[in-house]
Nanobody, 124 residues
Framework: QVQLVESGGGLVQAGGSLRLSCAAS????????MGWFRQAPGKEREFVGA????????DYADSVKGRFTISRDNAKNTVYLQMNSLKPEDTAVYYC?????????????????WGQGTQVTVSS
């Protein structure tokens, strides 16, 4: 089992940047594919991006492609979400998730473990 803890959220002006971190417990972090999701008030949770074991493969939602970057440091059991050129519509609670099956996935139900989330608010 793995526990995930997100951090790095906050309030930022449109056009600004934030870097979210997701720290994982457990010795098998490097075996998990990781994903980032977000949920805005009154909206369903949506896929943001995902990264493979080694970080070689990444996948992004069209809405964030070119602005957000996912990376991971397996030595630190941490995955990151660098968010640039933020827009007010990026405002949401951001969650990281871990997947034990070694394929990329975009659906929340395909992930096995979830963090508690971190709030990101982008002001216009």
């Amino acid at each position: 089992q793995v526990q995930l803890v997100e951090s790095g959220g906050g309030l930022v002006q449109a056009g600004g940047s934030l870097r979210l971190s997701c720290a994982a417990s457990g010795r098998t972090f490097s075996r998990y594919y990781m994903g980032w999701f977000r949920q805005a008030p009154g909206k369903e949770r949506e896929f943001v991006g995902a990264i493979s074991w080694t970080g070689t493969n990444t996948d992004y939602a069209d809405s964030v492609k070119g602005r957000f970057t996912i990376s991971r440091d397996n030595a630190k059991n941490t995955v990151y979400l660098q968010m640039n050129s933020l827009k007010p519509e990026d405002t949401a609670v951001y969650y990281c998730a871990a997947r034990t099956i070694a394929t990329m996935a975009r659906l929340g139900g395909q992930y096995d473990y979830w963090g508690q989330g971190t709030q990101v608010t982008v002001s216009s």
